[in-house]
């Protein structure tokens, strides 16, 4: 069963607008999520994470938002580049502290 | 600096047959993970390695799967009678861990299997 789950295969933005990616989770002992970037032919590669007893992390262009209440978090890009296109995979952490739940990945495509 | 590699990056092979993937990770990372990722699919935990403590492998699907990590470092991922479904893209990770909490894990370009 997909414990994590983002509903949306892909989303297309113009350059210098806001990209949302959103993920919903639906085991309420998953305490710490993360984001992943991918592109094509190459591994994921961690962008940001963030903390359950937290609801928002910022780093730079690149903001996620955690509704705890909700089982639901949010990555935020502003604003967005060409250079941001690639598949973006939420993912949460459960009990063992180490393996990765990820959702399907939202394949992100910014527009000159 | 030196990622996580992985051979081969594609591999073709015929229904029933065994093969061996490995993953070299960074120097220094005791922890090790595999992952794979089928067609429409997230990434699916498989198997965790750290250090000289027995290894996790509550994420492989069938005892057709094995792995193995020599000497703390190179892991080998072993699929007998390869079936169908078990065509999808088997990723590598590593990291440090030294301790509680998470560490940031760092993916190999894959290997791509394809069970014809």
């Known amino acids: 069963d997909q414990q994590v789950k983002q509903n949306s295969p892909s989303l297309s933005v113009q350059e210098g607008r806001i990209s949302i990616l959103n993920c919903d989770y639906t085991n309420s002992m998953f305490d710490y999520f993360l984001w992943y970037k991918k592109y094509p032919a190459e591994g994921p590669t961690f962008l940001i994470s963030i903390s359950s007893i937290k609801d928002k992390n910022e780093d730079g262009r690149f903001t996620v938002f955690l509704n705890k209440s909700a089982k639901h978090l949010s990555l935020h890009i502003v604003p967005s580049q060409p250079g941001d296109s690639a598949v973006y995979f939420c993912?949460?952490?459960?009990?063992?502290?180490?393996?990765?739940?990820f959702g399907k990945g939202t394949s992100l495509l910014v527009t000159p | 600096g030196a990622g996580v590699s992985q051979s081969p990056s594609n591999k073709v092979t015929e229904k029933g047959k065994d093969v061996e993937l490995r993953c070299d990770p960074i120097?220094?990372?005791?922890?090790l993970y595999w992952y794979r990722q089928s067609l429409g699919q997230g990434l699916e935990f498989l198997i965790y390695f750290q250090g000289n403590s027995a290894p996790d492998k509550s994420g492989l699907p069938s005892d057709r799967f094995s792995a193995e990590r020599t000497g703390g470092s190179v892991s080998t991922l072993t699929i007998q009678r390869t079936q169908q479904e078990d065509s999808a893209v088997y990723l590598c990770?590593?990291?440090?861990?030294?301790?509680?909490?998470?560490?940031?894990?760092?993916f190999g370009p894959g290997t791509r299997l394809t069970v014809t």
């Open positions: 993912a949460a952490l459960g009990n063992s502290g180490y393996a990765l739940n």
């Open positions: 120097s220094g990372h005791t922890a």
């Open positions: 990770a590593s990291s440090l861990r030294t301790g509680d909490g998470f560490y940031e894990q760092y």
